[in-house]
């Protein structure tokens, strides 16, 4: 069978770090358990940043401060819908910080599988089934004080 392209995405993800933990998505189907980021895909007209605002307060119930840019991850993902088909997805992974008095909790529009939003050691991430398996060495190389990569929707 032809393995054509679908469509090309771009989507955001928000990398939060306090206190040496990550928030991070906790989703679970017939493939089992698995983390994620927050984020998802951006919509038509959306800046990055607008889409990130959006998707974090549908999945993990609150506005975040978004810092910076932090890094870019391109990938083929296969369809869950249409079989041979894939994705052309660029991640764009920002820097975000949530308000001090943050209690991790669903948002009303969680993503597919999602069951909960948790505080997780960073430590740990090595030993996690995670839906961004380079996240743990991108976390390692990133500079998180860069702030004039990204300069928003002109």
Same mark, same amino acid.
């Given at each position: 069978?032809?393995?054509? !392209?679908?469509? %090309?995405? %771009?989507?955001?993800?928000?990398? =939060?770090? %306090?206190?040496?933990? &990550?928030?991070?998505?906790?989703?679970?189907?017939?493939?089992?358990?698995?983390? #994620? +980021?927050?984020?998802?895909?951006?919509? &038509?007209?959306?800046?990055?940043?607008?889409?990130?605002?959006?998707?974090?307060? $549908? $999945?993990?119930?609150?506005?975040?401060?978004?810092?910076?840019? =932090? *890094?870019?991850?391109?990938?083929?993902?296969?369809?869950?819908?249409?079989?041979?088909?894939?994705?052309?997805? !660029?991640?764009? +992974?920002? @820097?975000?910080?949530?308000?001090?008095?943050y209690?991790?909790? %669903?948002? +009303?529009?969680?993503?597919?599988?999602?069951? #909960?939003?948790?505080? +997780?050691?960073?430590n740990?991430?090595?030993?996690?089934?995670? *839906?961004?398996?380079i996240?743990?060495? =991108?976390? @390692?190389? #990133?500079?998180?004080?860069?702030?004039?990569?990204?300069?928003?929707?002109?």
């Amino acid at each position: 069978m032809e393995n054509k !392209i679908l469509k %090309n995405r %771009n989507a955001v993800r928000a990398v =939060i770090i %306090n206190k040496d933990k &990550i928030l991070l998505l906790r989703k679970e189907d017939h493939r089992g358990i698995r983390y #994620a +980021l927050p984020g998802g895909a951006q919509d &038509i007209g959306e800046s990055l940043e607008q889409a990130l605002q959006r998707e974090c307060f $549908e $999945e993990i119930n609150t506005n975040v401060d978004v810092i910076n840019l =932090i *890094s870019i991850v391109e990938a083929h993902k296969a369809s869950s819908r249409v079989e041979g088909k894939r994705w052309h997805q !660029i991640d764009f +992974l920002f @820097n975000c910080s949530v308000p001090e008095d943050y209690i991790p909790k %669903n948002g +009303l529009r969680p993503d597919n599988g999602q069951v #909960a939003v948790e505080w +997780l050691p960073v430590n740990q991430l090595t030993i996690l089934t995670l *839906s961004l398996k380079i996240l743990p060495d =991108i976390l @390692n190389k #990133a500079d998180f004080s860069v702030s004039n990569v990204y300069h928003g929707m002109r």
